[in-house]
């Protein structure tokens, strides 16, 4: 079995290695040192334009991530080969730790206290309401559903948000567009985990945003372009919004003039809520080619009618 390794990365040779390990019956090439062979699967990072005559023979390409919104980007993409994405792969628990932080944090008014301590005051607040504070997760995935389980085992009302209604214990579950706007005004938290899609391109714009309760945060681990940029920090100037950790910018890296860097409501992190993770994903892609050379079905096979 021939596989082509595509890893624009210096990780890549540790991810040779590592697959290597799990497929031994498997030759793994490294981009570009086989680019002209016949691979069986390709294993990518993204789409290239490069390795698409390639593309166009396996039996199936490998992302290694769970977004797959740049591959539309290249219309060589072949039709007839599944494209398979990451699922959860370690990237779960990572988009948890950070969904409560952000959370804890906002709930907590740690922020709050941060300035206190630099004026030098010393000036407790009374416990706020947790039954009032809502968190609401768009995407109730992989990832948005073990967000929205870690933040309700907390202790918080969660609201999820998906396409197609969905069922999470002791979360309440919206779809549609008219579950969003029935959802929003009691999310103190918004908490972000959509593809980016068409459907969901620019969905957080100044009407959505203007939805949420006064003093909301905005939580985006997903995809810059989900997020109409110019109307977040119209929405925080405002005062309609009390803040927002961003993780992802709708150009990356988030280019040095740009007015996040430096606005006081905004926190950013440069695209590290779920890393991809070795030794995770190469388990999950290994064990779905041998599936897959066994003639059984896998799980996380990308619709490319609905992009995601
Ligand atoms: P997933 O399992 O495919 O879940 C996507 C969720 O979004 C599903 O619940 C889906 O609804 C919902 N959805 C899609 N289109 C919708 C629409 N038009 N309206 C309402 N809901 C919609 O994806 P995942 O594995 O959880 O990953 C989510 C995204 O996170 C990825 O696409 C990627 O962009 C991003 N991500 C970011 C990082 C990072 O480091 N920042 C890391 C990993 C992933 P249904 O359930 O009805 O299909
Ligand atoms: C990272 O952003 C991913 O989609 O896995």
Redo the contacts with the bound molecule.
Sequence with gaps: MDILLHIPDPAAEAWRVAFARALPEAAVALWPERSDARFDYAIVVGPTVEHAAALGRVKAVFNL?????AFWRIPELPPGVPLI?L??AG?AEQ?AEYAAYATLRAFREFAYYAAEQRAGRWSPRERRDKAAFGVGV???????TRVAAALRDLGFPVSG????A?AVAGVRAF?GADGLAAMLPDCRMLIV?????P??TGLLDRRTLGMLPGGAMLVN???GALLVETDLLEMLDRGHLAGAML??FAKEPLPRDHPFWHHPKIEITP?????TQIEPSVAQIAGKIRALERGLAVTGIVDRE?R?
């Design positions: 991530g769970a977004g797959v919104n994405r699922e959860d990237m988009m768009l995407g109730l995935g992989v990832l948005g948000w998906s396409r197609s969905k779809s985990l959509l593809p980016l899609t459907a969901t681990l997903a995809r993780d992802v695209h590290v809520s779920g890393l609905r995601y």
